[in-house]
Nanobody
């Protein structure tokens, strides 16, 4: 069993930066793919980024955030992060961290979820 708790987020103007963190407990991150998803009001939850600890920290990004967002992690602290730069109003959403044994971009495949944290980007 894995418990995930997000922190960070908040409100920023377009072009600004924010970061969110996700602390895991219950299991070490070394056996999991850790991912960020986001969900805007009235829209489906979509893949943002992932880091694959058991595959040498391989990262993956959704097309809309590639080049602007960076996922990283500290295995010793069981915590991973999402640094968001050059934020746009369309990045406004609730951001969720998630964990799974194998990589997938589908939120339906993930077993463990945090409670979500709001990120709001104003124009």
């Amino acid at each position: 069993q894995v418990q995930l708790v997000e922190s960070g987020g908040g409100q920023v103007q377009a072009g600004g930066s924010l970061s969110v963190s996700c602390e895991a407990s219950g299991r070490t991150l070394g056996n999991y793919v850790m991912a960020w998803f986001r969900q805007a009001p009235g829209k489906e939850r979509v893949f943002v980024a992932s880091i694959n600890w058991w595959n040498r920290g391989t990262t993956a990004y959704g097309a809309s955030v590639k080049g602007r967002f960076t996922i990283s992690g500290d295995n010793a602290k069981n915590t991973f992060y999402l640094q968001m730069n050059s934020l746009r109003p369309e990045d406004t959403a609730v951001y969720y961290c998630a964990a799974r044994y194998r990589w997938s971009s589908s939120p339906m495949k993930y077993d463990y979820w945090g409670q979500g944290t709001q990120v709001t980007v104003s124009s």
